[in-house]
């Protein structure tokens, strides 16, 4: 028997012949960082994107998607800097058509959206996907392939010229979402009709940018190529090519309710791709819907506390250590589909980053949002630098992820650990872990450190709003106690490293937890001149 589980056994045992509550506290990982050592590789933030299908055009432009955008653009550090949408191009319609056939394009909408993710710092994925008044029907038309290369030219160019060059070559733009299943393939497409498709979308960035915009796809569950043949039929065509028009390859493989799933279908995909299309290996990947469940409306109780946030942090660990640094593996996206706009009464167990309540109590009404522990997580994970460093874990535990990680900027010297204590949607906790966390040759001037932590005693607004009966329009008391337990909540700091350059910690955490330790140092030179 190992001593984690005598360990347990013992408490279990005292606990039950003194008749207290059970706490089974499991052996004491032992983390180690020395900041002083290289990086390990490069860390990309690869999980800064979130995405939404809207039920109809309309909803995405209404004051509540506006809000709900300005609070995801106002993550620290652009945490989440894209939001990936569904059905966007129906936001444009059709002026009139003139007497050779030539549509005329009315942008109003697309453009108020756009203006409004550019002002809140966000890109779009930008989906190439929607009929702008039901024009298209048949894309095995020659005549319609070609006015859809020149609808991705005249979108691609207007935005050029609305942002500049620099800024739409950021974009993600991407084929159809999930062309094989019916839901989505309103244009009945064939394989024949959607390679013209895809080939008018290559073509019209092409005229648009020379080149230099992204495009990729094809959006797709790959699952076998009988049930499935528009996303591998793509891939084929592509390794027929002299040159791929892909600049990634997206796909989508959730969890199941399991976090592991996720990689390790990534991974077998991964595989897959390698072994059928050799020359398409090197093409960055992209899972733009890695979520833990299918179906964002379900409510799960576990999506409202730090389960959510957990299961996500701890997938891009096991992302970033596996498939980027084990396999070597490009990957260039790792997206929750999770900037959904919850209805009543499901406040916060639906698969947002936000809680919103309607309230319509008021005159006028207005709209309260409160964030979720998986939106807090997400602020979290903006501390991380853009270098990963090593951490020596003894006596690892599976339930716990550690990414720990850099950055040497002149303006600020930074160096971050996370730790994550997460067995899935499983909430206990009365089972606790307790971490020693040491931290070598911290440098800089004057450093300081702060230890953040999540979990759900200490920050969990959902529990604060159950406890108080769940009301359905909560008064200006229960939102301060709401916004009072949004989190991160800060165990230490910010204090002073210990002059000998260590810092050692005990970290307890309840299961699920998100801790991370955040430390810096004063930058070198002083700031430049601000501009006028």
């Known amino acids: 028997m190992g001593n984690s589980r005598f360990m347990c056994l013992l408490l279990e045992s005292a606990a039950i012949s003194w008749s207290l509550p059970i706490v089974i506290v499991w052996a004491e990982p032992r983390v180690t960082v020395d900041v002083a050592k290289p990086s390990i590789g490069e860390l990309q933030h690869f999980w800064d994107s979130t995405g939404l299908c809207p039920s109809a055009p309309n909803f995405l432009l209404a004051k509540d998607e506006r809000f709900n955008l300005a609070l995801?653009?106002?993550?620290?550090?652009?945490?989440?800097?894209?939001?990936?949408?569904?059905?966007?191009?129906?936001?444009?319609?059709?002026?009139?058509?003139?007497?050779?056939?030539?549509?005329?394009?009315?942008?109003?909408?697309?453009?108020?959206?756009?203006?409004?993710?550019?002002?809140?710092?966000?890109?779009?994925?930008?989906?190439?996907?929607?009929n702008p008044s039901h024009l298209f029907s048949d894309f095995s038309n020659s005549t319609q392939a070609k006015m859809w290369r020149h609808l991705v030219r005249e979108v691609a160019s207007r935005y050029i010229g609305r942002y500049g060059l620099a800024a739409v070559a950021q974009w993600r733009f991407e084929t159809w979402n999930e062309p094989d299943l019916k839901s989505y393939n309103i244009l009945n497409f064939t394989l024949q009709s959607y390679l013209q498709y895809f080939e008018a979308c290559s073509a019209g960035l092409q005229d648009a940018a020379q080149g230099i915009l992204r495009l990729g796809g094809p959006?797709?569950?790959?699952?076998?190529?009988?049930?499935?043949?528009?996303?591998?039929?793509?891939?084929?065509?592509?390794?027929?090519?002299?040159?791929?028009?892909?600049?990634?390859?997206?796909?989508?493989?959730?969890?199941?309710?399991?976090?592991?799933?996720?990689?390790?279908?990534?991974?077998?995909?991964?595989?897959?791709?390698?072994?059928?299309?050799?020359?398409?290996?090197?093409?960055?990947?992209?899972?733009?819907?890695?979520?833990?469940?299918?179906?964002?409306?379900?409510?799960?109780?576990?999506?409202?506390?730090?389960?959510?946030?957990?299961?996500?942090?701890?997938?891009?660990?096991?992302?970033?250590?596996?498939?980027?640094?084990?396999?070597?593996?490009?990957?260039?996206?790792?997206?929750?589909?999770?900037?959904?706009?919850?209805?009543?009464?499901?406040?916060?167990?639906?698969?947002?980053?936000?809680?919103?309540?309607?309230?319509?109590?008021?005159?006028?009404?207005?709209?309260?949002?409160f964030k979720k522990p998986v939106y807090t997580a997400m602020a979290l994970l903006s501390l991380l630098g853009n270098q990963e460093l090593q951490a020596a874990v003894r006596m690892p535990d599976d339930r716990l992820s550690v990414l720990a990680a850099g950055s040497n900027r002149q303006d600020a010297w930074t160096r971050?650990?996370?730790?994550?204590?997460?067995?899935?949607?499983?909430?206990?906790?009365?089972e606790r872990m307790n971490v020693m966390l040491r931290v070598l040759s911290v440098q800089g001037a004057s450093p300081r450190y702060t230890l953040y932590l999540l979990d759900d005693t200490l920050t969990n607004p959902a529990q604060v709003w159950l406890n108080a009966g769940a009301p359905v329009f909560p008064e200006q008391q229960l939102r301060a106690q709401l916004r009072a337990v949004e989190g991160p909540h800060r165990v230490r700091g910010p204090t002073s490293v210990p002059t000998l350059e260590k810092l050692r910690l005990l970290v307890p955490l309840k299961l699920p937890s998100v801790a991370l330790l955040h430390i810096c140092s004063k930058p070198t030179e002083a700031p430049g001149q601000v501009g006028t």
């Not at 058509?97 to 203006?115: A, C, H, K, M, R």
């Not at 050799?278 to 899972?287: H, V």
């Open 72 to 130: 995801i653009g106002s993550l620290p550090h652009q945490s989440i800097s894209q939001v990936r949408i569904h059905w966007l191009l129906d936001l444009i319609t059709v002026s009139s058509v003139d007497e050779s056939g030539t549509p005329y394009y009315n942008f109003t909408f697309l453009d108020q959206w756009i203006d409004w993710l550019q002002l809140y710092r966000l890109n779009p994925g930008f989906e190439l996907m929607g």
């Open 219 to 369: 959006a797709g569950l790959f699952k076998t190529w009988e049930k499935h043949p528009l996303c591998w039929g793509l891939l084929q065509h592509c390794t027929n090519q002299t040159a791929c028009s892909l600049n990634f390859i997206s796909f989508h493989k959730k969890g199941g309710g399991s976090g592991s799933a996720i990689l390790e279908q990534g991974l077998e995909l991964a595989h897959n791709i390698s072994i059928m299309y050799p020359s398409l290996r090197r093409i960055p990947l992209a899972n733009d819907e890695a979520d833990p469940l299918t179906g964002w409306s379900k409510s799960e109780s576990w999506r409202a506390d730090v389960r959510y946030g957990a299961m996500v942090a701890a997938v891009i660990v096991a992302h970033q250590q596996i498939m980027v640094r084990q396999h070597g593996l490009p990957l260039q996206l790792l997206s929750n589909d999770n900037a959904f706009l919850n209805y009543h009464p499901y406040y916060f167990t639906q698969r947002t980053l936000l809680a919103r309540f309607q309230m319509n109590n008021t005159n006028p009404p207005h709209v309260q949002f």
């Open 416 to 430: 971050s650990v996370l730790l994550v204590f997460s067995n899935n949607t499983a909430s206990q906790p009365d």
